[in-house]
């Protein structure tokens, strides 16, 4: 379980990047940079998935699945605020925008 410290320095720590939010779910959370799904964090931990502008950034990280039945994820190391801010931003450029209604 991921508690309130880690997601109030996460979002801290991001912050230059522009509009953080931290949505609960599932007794876990989704970060979204700008209204954009970017990432999901499960036990104290920041997961990303492969897209095609954080694929050098996460090549070397390590995968699992944040929850059970979820596909492996990069796991983005949160000591080194300048890699995580990095990757964060990419993996943001490399999703898609949601499709409009």
């Known amino acids: 379980m991921t508690d309130k410290a880690f ?3 996460l979002t ?6 522009g509009d953080i939010t931290v ?11 700008n209204g954009k799904y970017t990432a999901c964090i499960c036990d104290n931990t ?19 699945p944040p929850y059970d039945g979820a596909k ?8 080194d605020v300048s890699f995580l801010r990095n990757t964060v931003r990419q993996t943001y450029l490399g ?7």
């Open 72 to 79: 492996p994820a990069y796991i983005v190391p949160v000591d």
């Open 12 to 17: 801290a720590n991001l912050a230059e990047l």
């Open 23 to 33: 949505r609960p779910m599932m007794g876990e959370y989704l970060l979204y940079l």
């Open 7 to 9: 997601l109030t320095n």
């Open 46 to 64: 920041v997961f990303v998935k492969l897209n095609k502008c954080n694929a050098e950034l996460v090549a070397n990280l390590q995968q699992k």
């Open 95 to 101: 999703t898609p925008d949601k499709k409009k209604k």
